[in-house]
Structures are given as structure tokens and as C-alpha cells.
């Protein structure tokens, strides 16, 4: 009997055998044909709902208005639960672990779709939570307005106040007034921050700063260790030039150096140059079109942008957003600018910047899969902006634009070169705050994190947190709520718009001064641009882009060579 059931135990197993082997799914197939179908399917979802989200978008920055914010945080939701569908993201991870898609582009875009679908993948609860979150802080921000002794203020009329005023109690006032949006918003960001940091736990980062880098390509380590070169670099020359700010601003206010505060350095966060030098370039702006400048300008070096202006909203309205920025719509030519147009220097550069973006975005390889027709990295397309504002403050472009004559250029010459170094290293020290706040916010929330955004202001740009202040000024600054652990890509950006600089005076221009280029009229400028930079799209990763345009992977030792006067 025993031997009798042992034989039918073994007839069973072996039959449990040949079943499972008949029923067992069939591996997936992962082939690039495959690949080619989960693509069509992907870009048959993703691309109209895109163009729809940033439609919408676009839309609730002008108007303020809570419907538009609510069909744009709804529309958001729905395009991120097309990469939080677990089923998809398993797919693209069968691929990745197949190994079999080689072709260089069909590989390219498996690898920025899986990490696009990684950063989704946690519960949709908690997606839509953040989501929601967002769209509820930015509508605070878009229709926040300053109020000054009793009078309504836009952040126009606030940097006004604080470039034009030596009125130390006007100053402070509307300096203290800014910030007010802070306390409306910090509870909301340290929320924000917190359901950030658990899904990018979830997901097996450290927290959602590393997260956000490493999905973008960047080594945070080597980043970090950049901004440590960097501080090296400009610790020593901005300390003396902030004793020449200190001593300028103490006899423009009456004051001793001593009892310098914040708000009497020209601007809200001091991350802008205060006007030292006897140069003002307002007055070159203030009775200009700036947008037909603009147009004139891009036109000039081969880059036409008026059907970039025709969809634009370039001036202030209420409850609009009242920053400036550059939305490609839909990856095929539609490109558009938001911005606040005051005839004056800040805004000439503001323009010159945005549609620099504007662009990068328009002239990108239409034969290119929709998914690399983009920039190679956000601070690549922060480094066209940034090559371009920069001639705003600049003789020579003044002179070409036909907006001061050959006298006034050598009148300003110096002046305008020292305000242009002063800038860079005043935005060099400010970039420092943020990249490394942030860094802090996200490793620790529950620190005093208004203690420690003074600390970091003091130690890297010598301001001194104004007695007995103890307010969320940090969360005031609108990038740490909706554009989170982004901004050293403008001082990545910086460093390729002087690489950038060089390359195209040398190699393009066959010129040995590279200081003084306007590139006004020269439309070979645009066709490096469009050829070398615009339409390689994320084709490559960007350091790969910037060595095939310029030679050499980044390096900070232009920038260094422009502005800290390194060899």
C-alpha cells in the first residue's frame, strides 16, 4: 500500500508538472518591435494629455482664478497616473532587464521613460495629494500682493521701492511686507516637503532631493562638490566687493556700515547686484519697446520669435503670476513667455532670458521621438537664457541695438563690465543659499529652518539676519515650494553660458575677444544654436551634448575667466 501511494504521490507531482508547464505565462516579449508598440501606445496617451496640462497651466498663471487651478492640478493628476500604472512601469523594467534594446535612440527613451515612470511609482492617493498641494500654493503666490502702508504692492512696485528708495523705514517696510507670503505658506511647503520625502523613501532614495538629481542625470556628490569649487573660487572676491556695496549703501543711506540690513541691499534677497557703479541702464530702457527689441534682436541672429510673442502674455494683470517663465507647449514649435514688462534693465534682461527658452524649445528636430525633443538637461536651456540676458547690461549690445552711440559705449565701458562681474558673483553667493538650504530642508524638516536659512545668508552673503526675527523667510522664495531642488541648475547654467560664450567667439566668430560679443545680426550664431545645441534634444546625456558642441565637458573655468579673473 505504501509503495502503491507513493507512486500515485509521484504521478500527481509529475502531472502538477505538466500542467503548470502548459498553463505558464509566456516570457514577455521585450524585443525592440515590442518596445516600438509600447512606445506608440505611450506617446498616444502622453502627448495630447501634454499639451492639455501645459495649455492649462499656462492659462492659471494669467488668471489666478480657482477653476483654472483646479483643471490644471486635474489634469496634472491625470498624466502622472499614465506613469504611476504599476503594469506599465513593469513592462519598462522587463525591458531594461532584457538588455535587448540597443538601437541608440529606442534605448535613449526607454531610459528617460522608466526614470520618468520610477519617480511615480507610489500610491496615487499620495500623488494627488501633492499634486493638489502644489496647485493650492502657487494660486497663494499668484495672488498674494504686498501690502505697504496700507497700499497694495505688486513685486514690481516692491523692487522698485528697494533699487530707488534711501529711505531706510520705507525700505524695511516694504522689504518686511514681501515676505509676508511666507507665513502664508510654510506650513503648507513643510507638508509638501514631508509627502515628498516619504515617496521618494518609497521609491529607495535617501530623500527627494537625491531623488530629483539622480532622475535628472546629476551626481549629487559631484554637484555638491562643483558648489564647493565654486564657494573656493568667489569666497574672497565677493567679500571684498561686498565691503565696496557696504560703504557705498551706508552713504547712500545715511548710515554707518553697521547698521546695514537686508532691505538696503536693492533687492529682495540680495540676489541681484545693487547699482554701485555710475552706470544706470534703466535709462537706455525706459522709453523703449522691449518686446520689439526682443524681436529684433532674435530675428537678427536667425531665430525669429514672433509667433512666440503673438501667443505670449508679456504684461501685468491682477492675480497673474507675477514672475517670468517660458512653457514649451507641445514639443512641436508651440513655445510661449509669461512675464511683467517694465520698461527697464531687470526686464530687457528678463526677455532676453525668457525667450532664450522660448527658443531652445521652438527649434528643436521634429524627426526626433517626441520624448528626446526636449533639452538635454533643464540647466542646458538655463544657459541659453542666461548667455542672452546677459547682453541686456551689456555696451556693446546697447551699441549694436542702436541704443547708445560709439561715445557712450567707452563712457560706460568699465563701469558696466564691473556691474556685470559684481552681478555674477552676488548670484553666485546667493545660489549657494538655496542649493544648500535645500539640501538641509529635505535631510531635515523639522529642523528651525528659519534659523537655519539666516545662518546659510550670513555665511555665504555676509547679510546679518535683522534682530529678533524669527519668520518663515525662506518659504517667501517660490522656487523651494514649486520648483524644488532646481535652482543650482541656474548656476550650472551660468558656468555653460561662459562656455558657451567662448566657444562661439572662438570657433564660430573666429574672434580672441569673447567679452564684448553682442552677437547682434550674426545669424551663423543661430545656426550653431539650433545645429549644435537645439537639436540634439536628449539624444545623449548633457555632458555628452555640451562636449560634442563645445569641445569639452562642463567646466567652470570660463565662467571663472569671465567674472573672478582665474586663468
Same mark, same amino acid.
Given at each position: 500500500?505504501?509503495?502503491?501511494?507513493?507512486?500515485?504521490?509521484?504521478?500527481?507531482?509529475?502531472?502538477?508538472?505538466?500542467?503548470?508547464?502548459?498553463?505558464?505565462?509566456?516570457?514577455?516579449?521585450?524585443?525592440?518591435? /515590442?518596445?516600438? *508598440?509600447?512606445? +506608440? $501606445?505611450? =506617446?498616444? !496617451?502622453?502627448?495630447?494629455?501634454?499639451?492639455? @496640462?501645459?495649455?492649462?497651466?499656462?492659462?492659471?498663471?494669467?488668471?489666478?482664478?480657482?477653476?483654472?487651478?483646479?483643471?490644471?492640478?486635474?489634469?496634472?493628476?491625470?498624466?502622472?497616473?499614465?506613469?504611476?500604472?504599476?503594469?506599465?512601469?513593469?513592462?519598462?523594467?522587463?525591458?531594461?532587464?532584457?538588455?535587448?534594446?540597443?538601437?541608440?535612440?529606442?534605448?535613449?527613451?526607454?531610459?528617460?521613460?522608466?526614470?520618468?515612470?520610477?519617480?511615480?511609482?507610489?500610491?496615487?492617493?499620495?500623488?494627488? /495629494?501633492?499634486? *493638489?498641494?502644489? +496647485? $493650492?500654493? =502657487?494660486? !497663494?503666490?499668484?495672488?498674494?500682493?504686498?501690502? @505697504?502702508?496700507?497700499?497694495?504692492?505688486?513685486?514690481?512696485?516692491?523692487?522698485?521701492?528697494?533699487?530707488?528708495?534711501?529711505?531706510?523705514?520705507?525700505?524695511?517696510?516694504?522689504?518686511?511686507?514681501?515676505?509676508?507670503?511666507?507665513?502664508?505658506?510654510?506650513?503648507?511647503?513643510?507638508?509638501?516637503?514631508?509627502?515628498?520625502?516619504?515617496?521618494?523613501?518609497?521609491?529607495?532614495?535617501?530623500?527627494?532631493?537625491?531623488?530629483?538629481?539622480?532622475?535628472?542625470?546629476?551626481?549629487?556628490?559631484?554637484?555638491?562638490?562643483?558648489?564647493?569649487?565654486?564657494?573656493?573660487?568667489?569666497?574672497?572676491?565677493?567679500?571684498?566687493?561686498?565691503?565696496?556695496?557696504?560703504?557705498?549703501?551706508?552713504?547712500?543711506?545715511?548710515?554707518?556700515?553697521?547698521?546695514?540690513?537686508?532691505?538696503?541691499?536693492?533687492?529682495?534677497?540680495?540676489?541681484?547686484?545693487?547699482?554701485?557703479?555710475?552706470?544706470?541702464?534703466?535709462?537706455?530702457?525706459?522709453?523703449?519697446?522691449?518686446?520689439?527689441?526682443?524681436?529684433?534682436?532674435?530675428?537678427?541672429?536667425?531665430?525669429?520669435?514672433?509667433?512666440?510673442?503673438?501667443?505670449?502674455?508679456?504684461?501685468?494683470?491682477?492675480?497673474?503670476?507675477?514672475?517670468?517663465?517660458?512653457?514649451?507647449?507641445?514639443?512641436?514649435?508651440?513655445?510661449?513667455?509669461?512675464?511683467?514688462?517694465?520698461?527697464?534693465?531687470?526686464?530687457?534682461?528678463?526677455?532676453?532670458?525668457?525667450?532664450?527658452?522660448?527658443?531652445?524649445?521652438?527649434?528643436?528636430?521634429?524627426?526626433?521621438?517626441?520624448?528626446?525633443?526636449?533639452?538635454?538637461?533643464?540647466?542646458?536651456?538655463?544657459?541659453?537664457?542666461?548667455?542672452?540676458?546677459?547682453?541686456?547690461?551689456?555696451?556693446?549690445?546697447?551699441?549694436?541695438?542702436?541704443?547708445?552711440?560709439?561715445?557712450?559705449?567707452?563712457?560706460?565701458?568699465?563701469?558696466?563690465?564691473?556691474?556685470?562681474?559684481?552681478?555674477?558673483?552676488?548670484?553666485?553667493?546667493?545660489?549657494?543659499?538655496?542649493?544648500?538650504?535645500?539640501?538641509?530642508?529635505?535631510?531635515?524638516?523639522?529642523?528651525?529652518?528659519?534659523?537655519?536659512?539666516?545662518?546659510?545668508?550670513?555665511?555665504?552673503?555676509?547679510?546679518?539676519?535683522?534682530?529678533?526675527?524669527?519668520?518663515?523667510?525662506?518659504?517667501?522664495?517660490?522656487?523651494?515650494?514649486?520648483?524644488?531642488?532646481?535652482?543650482?541648475?541656474?548656476?550650472?547654467?551660468?558656468?555653460?553660458?561662459?562656455?558657451?560664450?567662448?566657444?562661439?567667439?572662438?570657433?564660430?566668430?573666429?574672434?580672441?575677444?569673447?567679452?564684448?560679443?553682442?552677437?547682434?545680426?550674426?545669424?551663423?550664431?543661430?545656426?550653431?544654436?539650433?545645429?549644435?545645441?537645439?537639436?540634439?534634444?536628449?539624444?545623449?546625456?548633457?555632458?555628452?551634448?555640451?562636449?560634442?558642441?563645445?569641445?569639452?565637458?562642463?567646466?567652470?573655468?570660463?565662467?571663472?575667466?569671465?567674472?573672478?579673473?582665474?586663468?
Amino acid at each position: 500500500m505504501q509503495g502503491k501511494f507513493i507512486l500515485v504521490i509521484v504521478a500527481i507531482f509529475l502531472l502538477a508538472v505538466v500542467v503548470t508547464a502548459v498553463v505558464k505565462k509566456p516570457a514577455a516579449d521585450c524585443s525592440e518591435k /515590442a518596445f516600438k *508598440k509600447f512606445l +506608440a $501606445q505611450y =506617446e498616444a !496617451k502622453v502627448v495630447p494629455l501634454s499639451k492639455e @496640462v501645459a495649455l492649462a497651466a499656462f492659462q492659471a498663471s494669467i488668471s489666478g482664478n480657482d477653476e483654472d487651478f483646479q483643471r490644471s492640478a486635474d489634469l496634472q493628476i491625470q498624466l502622472n497616473k499614465i506613469s504611476a500604472d504599476p503594469s506599465e512601469f513593469a513592462r519598462l523594467k522587463a525591458f531594461k532587464a532584457a538588455a535587448l534594446i540597443r538601437e541608440p535612440l529606442l534605448k535613449r527613451q526607454l531610459d528617460i521613460i522608466y526614470d520618468s515612470f520610477l519617480e511615480n511609482q507610489i500610491p496615487i492617493a499620495e500623488m494627488e /495629494a501633492m499634486v *493638489k498641494l502644489q +496647485a $493650492q500654493i =502657487e494660486q !497663494k503666490f499668484n495672488t498674494f500682493r504686498a501690502q @505697504v502702508e496700507g497700499k497694495t504692492m505688486t513685486d514690481n512696485d516692491i523692487e522698485h521701492i528697494l533699487r530707488t528708495s534711501s529711505d531706510s523705514h520705507q525700505l524695511q517696510a516694504a522689504w518686511k511686507a514681501s515676505k509676508a507670503i511666507g507665513r502664508l505658506v510654510a506650513a503648507d511647503i513643510l507638508k509638501l516637503v514631508k509627502l515628498r520625502n516619504d515617496a521618494a523613501r518609497k521609491l529607495g532614495f535617501v530623500d527627494f532631493r537625491e531623488m530629483q538629481l539622480k532622475l535628472s542625470e546629476q551626481d549629487p556628490q559631484a554637484i555638491e562638490g562643483l558648489f564647493d569649487e565654486l564657494d573656493g573660487l568667489t569666497r574672497t572676491g565677493f567679500a571684498e566687493l561686498k565691503k565696496n556695496i557696504d560703504k557705498f549703501m551706508a552713504v547712500r543711506c545715511g548710515l554707518d556700515t553697521e547698521q546695514l540690513q537686508p532691505w538696503h541691499y536693492q533687492n529682495r534677497y540680495f540676489q541681484e547686484a545693487p547699482l554701485i557703479y555710475p552706470v544706470d541702464l534703466d535709462v537706455y530702457y525706459q522709453d523703449k519697446d522691449l518686446v520689439r527689441l526682443t524681436a529684433e534682436y532674435y530675428k537678427g541672429i536667425g531665430l525669429p520669435v514672433d509667433d512666440i510673442i503673438a501667443r505670449s502674455d508679456l504684461y501685468e494683470k491682477p492675480g497673474k503670476y507675477q514672475h517670468a517663465f517660458s512653457s514649451d507647449i507641445d514639443r512641436n514649435g508651440d513655445a510661449r513667455v509669461l512675464c511683467s514688462v517694465k520698461p527697464d534693465s531687470y526686464w530687457m534682461n528678463t526677455l532676453l532670458h525668457e525667450f532664450g527658452h522660448s527658443v531652445y524649445s521652438k527649434f528643436n528636430d521634429r524627426q526626433l521621438p517626441w520624448t528626446l525633443r526636449d533639452a538635454a538637461h533643464a540647466f542646458t536651456t538655463e544657459a541659453i537664457a542666461n548667455m542672452f540676458g546677459r547682453f541686456a547690461a551689456s555696451p556693446a549690445w546697447l551699441r549694436d541695438m542702436s541704443l547708445i552711440d560709439a561715445a557712450e559705449v567707452q563712457r560706460i565701458a568699465a563701469p558696466s563690465r564691473d556691474a556685470l562681474r559684481l552681478q555674477q558673483m552676488v548670484f553666485s553667493r546667493w545660489a549657494q543659499v538655496m542649493f544648500r538650504f535645500e539640501k538641509s530642508l529635505y535631510e531635515n524638516p523639522d529642523q528651525d529652518l528659519n534659523r537655519r536659512w539666516w545662518e546659510l545668508v550670513e555665511k555665504y552673503q555676509l547679510l546679518k539676519m535683522p534682530a529678533g526675527r524669527h519668520e518663515p523667510d525662506w518659504a517667501a522664495k517660490i522656487h523651494i515650494a514649486l520648483y524644488p531642488c532646481y535652482y543650482h541648475n541656474y548656476l550650472l547654467g551660468e558656468l555653460l553660458a561662459s562656455q558657451l560664450l567662448y566657444h562661439i567667439a572662438s570657433s564660430v566668430l573666429h574672434s580672441a575677444e569673447a567679452q564684448n560679443q553682442s552677437f547682434v545680426g550674426r545669424c551663423e550664431v543661430g545656426r550653431f544654436l539650433v545645429d549644435r545645441v537645439f537639436k540634439p534634444g536628449m539624444r545623449w546625456p548633457w555632458n555628452e551634448m555640451i562636449e560634442r558642441a563645445t569641445g569639452e565637458k562642463l567646466t567652470a573655468k570660463y565662467y571663472a575667466r569671465q567674472f573672478v579673473g582665474e586663468k
